[in-house]
């Protein structure tokens, strides 16, 4: 019986997120702390010629700059700290200076002059693959992957930037709605017979679609700061992660990632932009070591926006084949994807959400990236999938109108269940619920009777719609580390970050639910590398709850079996002989012959050797290593890696149901209601549950209806760097109550049941409302997310400026 | 005079002073730069008289330097947040007078004679947090918490003017404060529990 998975508490952090008291990495001073600012790019696109600072180091309180020559070399399309020959995108950072204050540094950034050769620029992929189009680099305008023959045969895999351009015929044709014959592409899969599926189908549709990139818009920037002391760089800096940021960063500050002490208590927002270290911080780190001197590089809001990543972007094609039964027999996909200057395209994670949502029995998938001078791009909440689910919801929608069926239903009949597949190798799910989360969000909905309601109410009109959100969420072969102290507590040691998701705490509920430790008797160590803390995953990819609520399982397990170990040495017997309860471990057939956890722990300690830190298993990764190695001799520990037998991808699923009202004079929709349901195994943290459901259906209300980047397409200049413009929700953009629910049937690969949800939350809030957004004007599809407000009364009035060409990154 | 108007009148006397002072706090770069530019020039006394949280404080400020930044970098009260320096977001939502304001978009000249309210002074002397913040906790309200310390200013500057806010008045009230995770319903809920019509 469940003890603490499933059943609210309250993370140890929240009361210090209310009174302001928690630290974030700017909240942190250093006694001799100097301050850097960045002087970023004005151009699209160029590179440097030269830099004369020599005026600005004449400044009293100068202390130096910092360019790309202080770092290795970083080759296109990599994503540097600093730029100088690949300058690629308006606001990317060029160097940055020091100085004892802050109003000194920016000072400075004033007087030095930067000479720059313009390079041509693009915004829109489509215009980069047109003929004579400009590229984003000299080389090129996307990454192909090459091998090439090495020695003794053996091949070598790499890849390299090349200029693709597709005929004019297949630019027109894709712009019209058509498949783009003859365009070339870097990536495809194909699995079926995709001509006998399209043969097989009693109707076909047939779409073009456009999804915007924006940026993350974390509200906390990332901003770092480091120090250096006995050969130690101590570096404050925003993260979604812990451990995972470990080596990467080491590597940075090229040293031993013994020597790094990585601190990050709380962060202010990631959702994707900082699951691992990031270009810059690179600056910081290794600026404050040439000065010797504590560094903190603030970031402004708009440097954010410039180098904080965002979305990718997509201009594709779809055809969907369907069976006069509902089944969907036949997809064929084409994405190009915005890539902005990292060419981070997504298309293969929107067509694996494609096959999640719909299960086609036949799919091919043609896919290209093309570099774009706009900002970096990267992961963002569902990367690939939650824009899919936006532009897919509708088309399919007309494909379930196009046989006549309800829309629900049609999805029931595609939906993915335990022996269902993902992606294109269709490869097995560890299960999977969807029909019931359907059901169960159909009742609670109450979907046909809304739609038995009348729909236009003079010039407003209802708009119902069903949509679904998915995500792998789940890993496996990380490490768990917890200890028991002499005082009797439970230490767990966690490498999770603290990104606002309360999944480093929830997961350590695993390790008291084993350990049977009630939570007041529970401490979480974390927040900063020198408390010794275990190798873990980065807190991205929805997969925090599956990979280390394991983790902390395994672990427990191992502290059982040295606690049943110790008392069968102590008290006669075998292990076997023993179980726990009370915090104790205590012999099964008689009880009072036992001894308390702290007992154990300093017999363990008197022990030494596996019960105490001194011996640990081979198969633990040297971050754990190191970590133990920290705590040998305090305690009892209990330390493994997650070798739970199991296979197949945990996926997170979530089916959102919408229902609005939209004024045809006006164009504006309300949300009148919205309901989800989720398929993610067991509900851990059922507060933190409804959070991340509640946030979810906040994002996907700003990717199907507000937010996308805008650039000045005769200059590359981006005309929405701050908040009001770029148009994240506000309170009155979502004014509805959410009402929500979980499958809550368990994972069978997992002890504890559980899957990731926060990734797909947004993507079925999304899939809803533009639904319902089509369901209102009649099944008109816009084929496009965001669906604005603009592009709404555009199409009222008859007039298709706002939605054609499949434009992107413009007005 | 109702929350709405007080803010509207702040940032339009905030873009007065800031012409009248000649910097451009168009964003937090220019505000450092107007404060260095401006420093030790123009005949104003910078070593001013502050009342932050009850308790008189005397620093030393550039006539141009926005509350925010007295707040964090001269005062070491990092609770309240900058998420953007430029009037968008809230989260240095501070109380002036009672009434919220962006501690971003104020000069901290111009509260010479005001009573500054920030989230460090929200608490009882004693500790025992305000109902707004143990409501938050029991609703388990913050996200990233970022925004946290800005939204709890407004709530408490909310319910000190209307005790039993409808959920639509909390959202307008409260409309200042982006939350980027979402967790808007988590604070209203957290608005009505303090206000006693959630239990």
Redesign the interface.
């Known amino acids: 019986m469940s003890t603490h998975i499933g059943f ?1 508490f ?2 140890p ?12 990495a ?2 942190y ?1 250093r006694e001799g702390m100097v301050f850097a ?1 960045l002087l970023t790019s004005p151009l699209p696109s160029g590179r440097v010629v030269g830099i004369d600072a020599r005026e600005a180091l004449r400044m009293d309180g100068v202390l130096g700059i910092f360019t790309a020559d202080d770092l290795p070399p970083v080759a296109p399309p990599g994503n540097p700290a600093l730029a100088s020959e690949y300058v690629s995108f308006v606001g990317q950072p060029i160097l940055a200076v020091a100085a004892v204050t ?3 540094a ?2 400075a ?2 007087k030095i002059r930067v000479d720059f050769e313009r390079r041509p620029f693009v915004v829109d992929p489509l215009e980069s693959l047109s003929p004579g189009g400009a590229n984003a680099y000299p080389e090129g305008n996307t990454l192909v992957r090459t091998q090439e023959e090495g020695p003794e045969g053996t091949p070598i895999s790499g890849a390299e930037i090349r200029d693709i351009k597709w005929p004019q015929s297949a630019i027109d044709a894709l712009r019209a709605g058509k498949e783009p014959v003859g365009a070339e592409f870097t990536t495809e899969w194909t699995f079926g017979d995709l001509d006998a599926g399209f043969a097989e189908a009693a109707a076909i549709v047939e779409e073009p679609f456009v999804t915007i990139g924006y940026p993350h ?5 990332r901003t770092c700061m480091a120090y250096w002391e006995n050969g130690k760089c101590y570096f404050h800096g925003s993260s979604q992660s812990q451990s995972a940021n470990d080596n990467g960063l080491a590597r940075m500050l090229d040293i031993d990632p013994a020597n790094l002490v990585f601190i990050n208590e ?6 994707g932009s900082k699951i691992g270290p990031y270009p810059y911080m690179a600056i910081s780190g290794n600026f404050a070591k040439r000065l010797n001197r504590p560094l903190q590089l ?1 970031i ?3 440097q954010e926006f410039y180098i904080g990543s965002a979305r990718s972007g997509m201009q594709g094609w779809i055809r969907m084949g369907v069976k006069a039964n509902g089944k969907v027999s036949a997809i064929d996909l084409v994405v190009v994807n915005d890539g902005g200057m990292t060419g981070a395209g997504s298309g293969n994670s929107s067509a694996q959400h494609v096959t999640v949502a719909y299960q086609p029995e036949n799919m091919r998938f043609r896919g290209i990236s093309i570099y774009t001078n706009t900002t970096p791009r990267g992961a963002q909440r569902g990367p690939g999938q939650n824009e899919m689910a936006a532009v897919l919801a509708p088309i399919a929608d007309k494909a379930a109108k196009a046989i006549g069926m309800d829309r629900v239903a049609f999805r029931r009949i595609n939906a993915i269940d335990s022996d269902g597949f993902q992606g294109g190798g269709q490869g097995p799910v560890t299960s999977a619920f969807v029909r019931e989360a359907l059901d169960q969000g159909m009742r609670t909905f109450g979907w046909e009777e809304k739609n038995a309601l009348a729909k236009q109410n003079g010039s407003k009109v209802r708009g119902l719609g069903v949509g679904i959100g998915y995500h792998g969420a789940g890993g496996r072969g990380y490490d768990g580390l917890v200890r028991i102290g002499t005082d009797g507590k439970l230490y767990i040691h966690s490498g999770v970050g603290n ?4 999944s480093y705490a929830g997961t350590c509920r695993a390790a008291a639910e084993a350990l049977q430790v009630p939570w007041e008797r529970c401490e979480i160590v974390r927040g900063r590398t020198d408390k010794h803390l275990p190798h873990s995953s980065g807190q991205g990819g929805s997969n925090t709850i599956f990979t280390h609520t394991r983790t902390n399982w395994v672990a427990a397990q191992d502290a059982i079996a040295k606690l049943k170990e110790i008392a069968a040495q102590d008290l006669g017997g075998t292990p076997e002989d023993y179980s726990i309860g009370d915090e104790r471990v205590f012999a099964t057939a008689e009880p009072s012959r036992g001894l308390s956890y702290a007992q154990a722990a300093a017999r363990a300690i008197e022990l030494g050797g596996k019960f105490s830190g001194q011996e640990y298993p081979d198969d633990i990764n040297p971050i754990t290593q190191r970590a133990v190695q920290g705590l040998a001799g305090s305690g009892l520990i209990g330390v493994a890696k997650d070798n739970i037998p199991g296979e197949g991808q945990p996926p997170g699923i979530l089916v959102g149901f919408c229902e609005i009202e939209l004024d045809k004079d006006t164009g504006k929709l309300e949300i009148l209601d919205y309901t989800a349901v989720a398929d993610c195994g067991t509900v851990v943290h059922p ?2 549950f ?2 991340a459901m ?6 996907g209300v700003g990717l199907a209806a507000f937010e996308r980047h805008v650039y000045d397409p005769q200059n590359g200049l981006p005309a929405n760097t ?3 413009q770029s148009k ?5 953009d ?2 509805v ?2 009402k929500m629910g979980a499958v809550n049937i368990p994972d069978p690969q997992n002890p504890t049941g559980g899957r990731g949800i926060g990734e797909p939350t947004q993507g079925a809030a999304a899939a809803a409302l533009a639904s319902a957004i089509s369901d209102a004007l009649d099944g008109h599809v816009f084929n496009t997310a965001p669906t604005t407000t603009d592009m709404i009364i555009n199409h009222l009035a008859g007039n298709d400026y706002s939605t054609k060409y499949l434009k992107t990154n413009t007005f | 005079m109702n929350d709405s108007v007080n803010l509207q009148l702040t940032r339009r006397r905030f873009i007065k002073g800031v012409i009248f002072s000649g910097a451009a706090a168009t ?3 220019g505000v ?2 107007a ?3 401006q ?1 030790g020039n123009g005949g104003m006394e910078r070593l001013i008289t502050l009342t932050i949280n009850g308790r008189t404080r005397r620093v030393d400020v550039p006539p141009t330097e926005t509350l925010a930044n007295t707040l ?1 970098y001269r005062l ?1 009260l ?9 009037g ?2 809230g ?1 240095c939502t501070v109380l002036i007078d009672g009434v919220p304001n962006y501690a971003c978009s104020v000069l901290t000249h111009n509260v010479k004679t005001k009573q500054v309210t ?3 002074g ?2 009882s002397e004693d500790g025992t ?1 305000h109902a ?2 143990q409501a ?2 029991a ?11 800005g939204q ?1 200013m407004s709530a408490v500057a909310l319910l000190a003017n209307n005790p039993r806010p409808t ?2 008045e909390a ?2 009230a ?2 200042g ?10 604070y ?1 809920n957290g608005v009505l529990r303090a206000s006693g019509q959630i239990a």
């Open positions: 609210d309250t993370p952090d929240v009361p210090g997120k209310v009174t302001g008291e928690i630290k974030y700017e909240d001073k600012r802050e109003e000194i920016e000072s950034i004033q818009h974390s509200l906390e920037s709380a962060t202010g927002g990631g959702f603030r402004t809001r708009e990104l606002g998701t309360y507060k933190n409804e959070n509640r946030g979810g259906a906040v994002w701050g908040l009001y994240p929700p506000t309170y009155l979502v004014n109550e959410t | 964003s937090g770069a450092y730069l404060a260095n530019a420093s964090r070491n990092t609770g309240t947040k900058i998420g953007c320096n430029r968008e977001c989260a920030s989230i460090e929200v608490k947090l707004v913040q938050f906790i609703e388990n309200a913050p996200q990233c918490g970022f925004c946290t310390p709890v959920k639509a959202a307008q409260m409309s404060n982006l939350c980027r995770c979402g967790a808007y319903e988590h209203l």
